[in-house]
């Protein structure tokens, strides 16, 4: 853990200006404020992007630490604990890393100690200039996202189809949504630029059959070649085909020999109108038309299980009813 020094952010990536993507993720996203403690947790591999945003927030005024751990072997593994002390004192957290750490016991403990966090999971230069990033108006997509999440929170049970024919069922009764504008209040979680709004399935309750066709931005799977299709049963994944990108999927999973990485997690909605479909995981689980299905560990998101991974599966044209009643149907919210 460093005091990180700022480098030139135009010099390296073949001159593209990571500036106006920073201040915004600063300013906007993070409304970071003069005199605030602000942790960027990076590593080797991406401190271009840490050092732009370090520039943006002692710009405006933020006392700022560098935290630089090595890359993570997996998601979800835990930051180093001095990190983790870093991160539990912040009130604004920016997390320009490889491998993701927002599924962590570090991010819950300092989200429940208030930090805002935006999370830079696996940046790129095409995400920090992009218009999801630069053009969206995330002030003006609160308001859907509260009225999405709040019919989930009072929702009991979940349908989802598709036309390709996934059709799974599950229950949500004392689950409350995790709402994600990208502007965080304290304790809120902001996977920048992806707006979503996302609930936890009860444990055990997920029942049908999921057919993915958009995108694994994971595991250099990204966009999807050939539908990925899953038999749930009992609240998690029992069965899993499909081409070669369903084979580099399972046999990952499959690897770590703990059942929890096939838990189904989550259900989540994109709503960012700016976004699209890239094969990278923080524009593409906020492209409008799609949700994602999270596996694996769902502790962070309000849930119970804890596992080795967590991994987002998108599709196209989603329908949601809750309690009988559609909610969303493709781009449309319908509360």
Known sequence: MADGSVGDVHAAGAGVDLSPGARRLVRVNGRVQPGETVVVVTDPTMRRYAE???????????????????????????????????????????????????????????????ARVCMMTAYTDAIMTSPALLETDFEAQADVCRRLGAAFTAGESVRLTSPRGTDLRFRIEGRIANVLTNIPEPGELAPVPDIEVNVVPVTGSAEGRLIFDASVPYLGIGILEEPIVCAVRDGAIVEMTGGAQADVLREHLESFADPHCFNVAELSVGLNPNARLTGEMLEDEGVMGTIHIGIGTSHTLGGEIMAPTHYDLLMWEPTIAVDGRVVQQDRQVLV
């Open 52 to 114: 732009a945003v370090v520039a943006a927030a002692r710009e405006a005024g933020a006392a700022v630490t560098v935290c630089i751990i090595p890359i993570r072997d997996r998601d979800g593994q835990e930051p180093p604990p001095p990190v983790a002390r870093a991160m539990a004192e912040a009130a604004v957290i920016f997390s320009p890393v490889r491998i993701s750490i927002t599924h962590t016991r570090a991010m819950r403990a300092a989200l429940e100690a208030g």
